[in-house]
């Protein structure tokens, strides 16, 4: 049965849960403020796992896959698009070669 001590125990649980990342946008937003520490650290020789490492013990919990993850879709947002040249059709061009 639902009592008064059981909803103070579980908003107190509630309470003690560690910070979790709440999604795409605020692995975003941390990305945008220290992405270029991050390629900097890199560039050091420093690993995924050691960064993310160093970024959970600062107090924001994150995994290694996560934040390749994060960083790949920050290169890929700050890339220019590729598109691929559409194909002209010149109707000239194909008059001739089977022209009589």
Do not use: F, W
Not at 9 to 25: F, H, N, S, V
Not at 59 to 82: C, H
Not at 84 to 98: F, M, T
């Amino acid at each position: 049965m639902l009592s008064q001590d059981l909803i103070a125990k579980i908003r107190a649980d509630l309470d003690d849960l560690p910070l979790e990342p709440t999604g795409r946008r605020e692995l975003n937003a941390l990305l945008v403020e220290v992405g270029e520490k991050i390629r900097a650290a890199q560039e050091r020789g420093a690993s995924y796992v050691e960064i993310a490492r160093q970024i959970t013990t600062s107090g924001y919990p994150i995994k290694p896959s996560t934040l390749r993850a994060g960083m790949d879709r920050q290169r890929k947002s700050k890339s220019p698009l590729k598109t691929s040249p559409r194909r002209r059709r010149d109707g000239g061009a194909s008059e001739q070669r089977g022209g009589v």
